[in-house]
């Protein structure tokens, strides 16, 4: 394999073989024009090109994160999903400690073990509102969570 030239996209530059799933780690940082911060976290559930996760699966979460998190933090800016389906990304207003990021997907991923439902799974709310399953998503989690020690070994 060749040396790839420098992208442009952070993620694009990140060696996805050398990375030990899952894990949290801080992707990208930018200083806006407008002023303040953007801080983006790849948080990868399956460890890349050898598993991922269920389409279903990735949707709910995403549902589930995007409406749960935001109880817990006002920084939220965005969660959504990787399209390889190995994991999301987590986008926050200004700069976190790394702990506290952790915790915050901690207590957020408790609460979508705890969920009867997924919010917004209808077809007024989502666009594709069949595509959901509540009991594959929380099968998607719970190893996640399980590993919670090693979220911060990103590299082997
Ligand atoms: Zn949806």
């Given at each position: 394999m060749t040396e790839n030239p420098r992208?442009?996209?952070?993620?694009?530059?990140?060696?996805?073989?050398?990375?030990?799933?899952?894990?949290?780690?801080?992707?990208d940082?930018?200083?806006?024009?407008?002023?303040?911060?953007?801080?983006?976290?790849?948080?990868?559930?399956?460890?890349?090109?050898?598993?991922?996760?269920?389409?279903?699966a990735v949707h709910s979460v995403e549902h589930m994160f995007a409406e749960f998190s935001r109880a817990h933090s006002d920084r939220i800016i965005d969660f959504s999903p990787m399209g390889c389906l190995t994991g999301f990304?987590?986008?926050?207003?200004?700069?976190?400690?790394?702990?506290?990021?952790?915790?915050?997907?901690?207590?957020?991923?408790?609460?979508?073990?705890?969920?009867?439902?997924?919010?917004?799974?209808n077809e007024v709310q989502c666009g594709w509102a069949a595509h959901h399953d509540l009991e594959k998503a929380k099968e998607a989690v719970r190893p996640f969570l399980a590993a919670r020690a090693e979220w911060s070994t990103v590299m082997a």
């Amino acid at each position: 394999m060749t040396e790839n030239p420098r992208a442009r996209v952070e993620s694009f530059n990140l060696d996805h073989r050398a990375v030990v799933a899952p894990y949290v780690r801080l992707a990208d940082r930018k200083e806006l024009k407008s002023g303040g911060v953007v801080s983006k976290y790849d948080v990868r559930f399956t460890q890349p090109n050898v598993a991922h996760l269920d389409g279903e699966a990735v949707h709910s979460v995403e549902h589930m994160f995007a409406e749960f998190s935001r109880a817990h933090s006002d920084r939220i800016i965005d969660f959504s999903p990787m399209g390889c389906l190995t994991g999301f990304y987590l986008a926050l207003d200004g700069d976190l400690e790394i702990a506290e990021v952790e915790a915050l997907i901690e207590r957020t991923l408790h609460d979508v073990l705890e969920a009867a439902e997924v919010p917004a799974a209808n077809e007024v709310q989502c666009g594709w509102a069949a595509h959901h399953d509540l009991e594959k998503a929380k099968e998607a989690v719970r190893p996640f969570l399980a590993a919670r020690a090693e979220w911060s070994t990103v590299m082997a």
